[in-house]
């Protein structure tokens, strides 16, 4: 039996919005992480039992998150390697494949690495959002990084959804960039745990989610 991780996603919100799948895999799961222990799910499942390590404390003593990514994908494979005869379970806010830069490295040094990855979606942020803000992608719609962002990623005919907010400094670069795309009166709404009961959409800005309506205009 080859080494293998499965990575599950933990949604939005709360234990409610797991799927029976990623509970089982995650009960039978004898070895677990998780990204952070900062997400709702992760408290919810360790009142069942299901307990997780996670790795906040390489946030805490590293430069950049890039090697955050790092550490936390060669963790990862390195127990796996070592404990071929049982599965490591891999817990990420959201969806695994949305803005997960870990589970991007995993999957791009797993099969190398003679590893086997499995890998369970979550609800992510965006089905919320889509719920909150009350538009249909089909209509047109777009995901941006923020970290990355600039003028001529922005479609103003579009929804747009400019995530990974991670502070005021990178909301402010946020701001700049959008007021060169959109008039100055144009609505930005701001939405933060959205999958999670009593928090609210507004226009306060300490988001971690920016969400841009489109415009009028064709």
């Known amino acids: 039996m080859p080494p293998s991780i499965i ?36 408290a919810d499942l360790a009142k069942r039992g299901i307990a997780m ?13 890039e090697q955050v990514y790092e ?26 494949m949305v803005a997960e830069r870990t589970v991007q490295l995993l999957r791009q040094r797993a099969e190398a690495r ?17 719920v909150r803000l009350g538009f249909d992608p089909i209509e047109g719609f777009q995901l941006l990084d923020a970290a990355g962002l600039k003028r001529e990623h922005l479609r103003p005919s579009l929804h747009t959804v400019v995530g990974q ?26 939405g933060q745990a959205l999958g999670i009961a009593g928090k609210s959409v507004s226009r306060v800005c300490r988001s971690m989610i920016w969400i841009v309506r489109r415009t009028t205009a064709t």
């Open 165 to 190: 907010v991670y502070d005021a400094y990178t909301a402010s670069d946020v701001k700049l960039t959008l007021m060169g795309a959109y008039p100055d009166d144009h609505e930005i709404v701001l």
């Open 7 to 42: 990575v599950v996603g933990l949604g939005s919100g709360g234990e409610d919005q797991l799927t029976l799948g990623i509970l089982k895999s995650l009960e039978s799961a004898s070895i677990r992480y998780c990204r952070t222990a900062d997400h709702p799910a992760v």
């Open 53 to 65: 390590e996670p790795f906040d404390a390489l946030y805490e003593r590293s430069d950049s998150f």
């Open 71 to 96: 550490d936390i994908a060669e963790t990862l494979l390195g127990r796996a390697a070592a404990n071929p005869e049982t599965a490591v379970a891999y817990a990420v806010p959201g969806h695994p």
């Open 114 to 130: 003679g590893v086997s990855l499995r890998i369970l979606g979550g609800e992510s942020f965006l089905d919320q959002a889509f």
